[in-house]
């Protein structure tokens, strides 16, 4: 069961007031034994901290970089981790903050690792957790620097991502205006205009206007139907995190150019963590299982976990690259005929970069097929509009002509 952030309300033995402290645990469970060892007399309340993904984890991104950067400035300076985190943390000109990120100096207090301090901040997701944890066997510096490459590489894919959705917003909050504007401005106004003619080309008229008005209100209702159905995955993919596997297992993974776009970008950010790992001296079995235990795409996942299983029983880890279907024929060979863990760190960030460059011309392509198909869109709007024009123009004429007839 993977470790969460709980916030435990109690009044503990060294003080009188009752005061909160933060426990990156399993369970509630836990959290309250954790909070009884430390002297927890009273328990008022044990809540499980969620982290508010608008305001941490997309437009707090840019801050959780700087922090960790801070912490890597000092450690390479040769400042111990633990003070740094502190001392990163006293620095920050914002009290609010930092009575937010105090939950990491009581983890450090309470002898809690790196990985634990920085989780119990809530700016970190567990990818983050595991590579600092990795990384701590070899040295908090490899750690951090590990981590901080991790969360450059997902805010530059964020990037991409939030582009092509932004794109899609603006078009299509125009284009789904039309239809609306049909019904209830352009028909109403047809119908309050009627031509003046004979009951027979009369009726012929509004048939055709009732035709026009019946194709916009199912038109309509198939758009915001789509609409609504995209907004609802957009929101429940950010919602929870089973939302999001359920979403990418199911649905995602079978939009053609969506799902080769997540694929590209999940193994460029993979290969590239794995490489640094290799070069900050994790050995490779750690590694795998590092990115086993963090990867959050299902195909990506099942490489790692096919290397590490192929490695557990004896084998090679050429052949289980070999064997992975998930890289390339020239990814696989090319990594299989490394020698020694120099060359593999080497190989996969040439695989790595060579995946990046494929996630930016399929976000390209998508960018090209949401245009192309908001084009399509418009244009049965504009046939729509075009129709109603026509059948007014004839309005206009058949008006005309009853004048005529009248004189």
Request: without cysteine.
């Amino acid at each position: 069961m993977a470790n969460a952030l709980y916030r435990v309300r109690a009044t503990f033995s060294s003080q009188r007031r009752i005061s909160e402290r933060t426990y990156f645990t399993a369970s509630v469970a836990s959290a309250r034994s954790a909070a009884t060892q430390d002297g927890a007399r009273d328990i008022y309340q044990i809540r499980l901290y969620r982290r508010n993904w608008l305001t941490q984890e997309y437009l707090g991104q840019a801050y959780a970089l700087q922090f960790l950067q801070a912490i890597r400035f000092q450690i390479s300076a040769g400042v111990p981790p633990g003070k740094a985190i502190v001392s990163a943390i006293e620095a920050d000109p914002n009290p609010e903050r930092q009575v937010r990120l105090h939950g990491a100096i009581d983890v450090l207090d309470r002898g809690g690792t790196i990985a634990d301090a920085m989780m119990a901040t809530g700016m970190y997701d567990h990818t983050a957790y595991t590579l600092l944890l990795a990384g701590e066997r070899i040295g908090a510096l490899q750690a951090v620097t590990g981590a901080l490459g991790y969360l450059e590489d997902r805010k530059g894919s964020w990037k991409q991502l939030m582009a092509i959705a932004g794109l899609m917003a603006v078009e299509l909050s125009t284009a789904l205006s039309v239809p609306v504007t049909i019904d209830r401005v352009a028909l109403p106004w047809v119908r309050d205009n009627l031509p003046r003619t004979n009951p027979e080309k009369l009726a012929d008229y509004t048939q055709r206007l009732d035709h026009i008005a019946f194709l916009n209100q199912w038109w309509m209702v198939i758009s915001y139907l789509g609409a609504f159905a995209l907004v609802g995955l957009v929101l429940a993919w950010f919602a929870h995190p089973k939302a999001r596997d359920w979403l990418a297992h199911r649905i995602v993974r079978h939009i053609p150019l969506v799902s080769s776009w997540l694929l590209h970008d999940a193994l460029a950010r993979s290969g590239a963590m794995f490489a640094t790992m290799l070069e900050n001296g994790v050995r490779t079995s750690d590694a795998v299982d590092t990115l086993r235990l963090s990867s959050t795409n299902p195909v990506v996942q099942r490489l790692w976990q096919g290397i590490a299983k192929a490695i557990a029983g004896g084998a090679g880890i050429g052949q289980a690259l070999a064997n992975s279907g998930v890289l390339r024929a020239d990814e696989a060979m090319a990594a299989a005929a490394t020698n020694g863990v120099k060359q593999l760190g080497g190989a996969f960030r040439a695989i790595a970069q060579n995946r990046e460059w494929q996630a930016k011309r399929t976000a390209g392509q998508i960018v090209q097929a949401t245009v192309g198909l908001t084009v399509v869109y418009i244009g049965i709007n504009l046939a729509l509009v075009m129709e109603l024009f026509k059948l007014f123009n004839e309005g206009l004429d058949l008006g005309m002509g009853g004048i005529t007839q009248g004189f």
